[in-house]
């Protein structure tokens, strides 16, 4: 394990690129701040070793949240031409939501770069996402209780908006980070919003001292994501085993529908069907991907029916979730895309 408070090489720059030398271009998401510019100036100073690489492009998107955003944008600019990378910027335009501003900025951003890559031809999006980033993550899911899926946190590279989104410096701690871009001499933004108390990141972030000294830093904090992740990719393997079995031995198949016996459902683990019945619903609706404590409910309703049907009152059950209809009538369950909504008369 290299020092926490130690540039990063050379070598150990290959080593966090190497994966996508095969990619035609790679847009890198660079804010400003230490974490992206790092990023940045790694990516090129990998690119140039190469004999043939991907061609870089910088891209720094502009929320129109603060003033000095504007002159931080120009910052990155002039890095990046004197990193020879051409880099262009984004702005977030039109309204601002009153609640809920962080996460409609991130929906924001990805969205501009998820168009600037496929404009660019582009196949990955690289972001600057740390070790620290990740431990802050799991906080937060395990605090708002999350599922197994949520507390894996975040994944080195994932699909989003048509694109790949890489983050290659997931086990790198923010720490060696500034201390690469301090060998180099290479300034970086401070956004007040990462201190801003208003934010829960921010609030979590004052909390990981106290954390670390009983033993919760953000590494520990970390691997326990990455072995979360782990455990959730075996789950979903035994899904996918799961909905090929009802599918084989007591399904019925119909395009545009999941349609199983009840009881051969009801006979798997909790957390199957759980899974299962997440996916038919995020598969068939038509609003979105379900909330994991709504699906819960579901599956309870659909366990007391079919535990309290008789031969005189078989099991039914009929309810919409996220643009999915779910029917449970006698010894069968479908669940199939809901009727749209009626617009109410005014």
């Not at 720490?175 to 208003?198: E, H, M, V, W, Y």
Request: contains cysteine; aromatic residues 4%.
């Amino acid at each position: 394990m290299s020092d926490d408070n130690s540039p990063i090489s050379a070598q150990h720059a290959k080593r966090l690129f190497a994966d996508w030398k095969a990619a035609p271009v790679l847009l890198l998401a660079v804010s400003g701040g230490p974490d992206s510019i790092a990023l940045m100036w790694l990516a090129a100073r990998w690119r140039r070793a190469l004999a043939r690489g991907p061609r870089l492009i910088a891209v720094t998107v502009d929320h129109g949240l603060r003033a000095e955003a504007r002159a931080e944008a120009r910052n990155v600019a002039r890095l990046a031409r004197a990193l020879d990378l051409p880099h262009r910027t984004l702005r977030w335009t039109g309204a601002k939501p009153k609640s809920g501003l962080p996460a409609a900025a991130r929906t924001a951003r990805y969205r501009l770069l998820a168009q600037a890559a496929r404009s660019s031809g582009a196949t990955h999006i690289l972001t600057a996402h740390t070790l620290d980033d990740q431990a802050e993550t799991l906080l937060m899911r395990m605090l708002r209780g999350s599922g197994i899926t949520g507390l894996a946190a975040m994944a080195r590279e994932t699909e989003r908006d048509g694109v790949r989104l890489v983050r290659p410096l997931l086990q790198v701690p923010k720490s060696q980070l500034i201390a690469t871009l301090k060998k180099a001499n290479i300034g970086f933004a401070d956004d007040p919003t990462n201190r801003d108390p208003n934010f829960t990141r921010p609030r979590l972030r004052e909390l990981m001292p106290a954390l670390a000294a009983e033993g919760g830093d953000a590494r520990n904090l970390a691997r326990l994501a990455a072995r979360l992740a782990r455990a959730n990719a075996a789950v979903e393997v035994l899904v996918d085993g799961a909905e090929r079995y009802l599918a084989l031995m007591d399904g019925k198949t119909a395009p545009g529908e999941f349609d199983c016996g009840a009881k051969a459902f009801a006979a798997m683990p909790e957390e199957i069907r759980l899974r299962l019945l997440k996916r038919a619903i995020d598969r068939f609706g038509h609003e979105g991907p379900a909330e994991l404590g709504k699906v819960e409910a579901l599956l309870s309703a659909l366990d007391r029916a079919v535990a309290e049907a008789t031969e005189r009152q078989p099991a039914r059950l009929k309810q919409t979730l996220a643009g999915a209809l779910v029917c449970l009538i006698g010894e069968r369950m479908r669940i199939t895309p809901a009727p749209p909504r009626r617009r109410r008369a005014r």
